[in-house]
């Protein structure tokens, strides 16, 4: 006799907290923040795919990156920027829209506008993600030059 669907979705929970533990504090911080926020459950699917990050240029240098997770259209989608005062971070969270084509905006925050909950977390996240990597300095006032990066699958 096969397993139960119980059973199934234990074994699931555990593989799913085993590929977790595996990852980058920062990275796994990002992940789970970013699908509380699109109200979401993380899945093992999500963990197989690619997190594409790519700074731009503004009129002045390095100016944000972009976040993407790989998907077709991407599984989730995110922009960070420096403001022009340079006092922070604004990270915008784009919908899936089922087509790649038109994005729509979800979630617009910088540090000032939350105190607590899942977009502080998801801000705070993104923001320590990104200086992990390199792309912002540890204020996250300043966008740095670096080369764009994937990041590595863990399962």
Excluded: C
Excluded at 10 to 39: D, G, I
Excluded at 52 to 60: D, K, L, N, Q, R
């Amino acid at each position: 006799m096969g397993e139960t669907w119980s059973e199934k979705r234990r074994r699931e929970r555990a593989m799913l907290q085993e590929a977790l533990e595996r990852l980058p504090e920062a990275e796994r911080e990002f992940r789970q923040a970013l699908a509380e926020l699109r109200n979401v459950g993380l899945t093992l699917d999500d963990l197989r795919r690619e997190i594409h990050v790519t700074p731009f240029e503004g009129a002045y240098g390095p100016a944000g990156v972009v976040l993407a997770i790989n998907g077709s259209p991407p599984a989730a989608l995110a922009l960070a920027t420096v403001d022009k005062d340079r006092r922070g971070a604004t990270v915008v969270v784009f919908r899936s829209p089922g087509s790649a084509t038109h994005p729509t905006v979800m979630d617009s925050f910088t540090h000032m506008r939350y105190k607590s909950g899942k977009r502080l977390r998801a801000y705070n996240a993104t923001l320590a993600y990104l200086t992990s990597l390199g792309f912002f300095d540890d204020s996250g006032h300043r966008v740095l030059e670096v080369e764009p990066y994937v990041s590595e699958i863990v399962v």
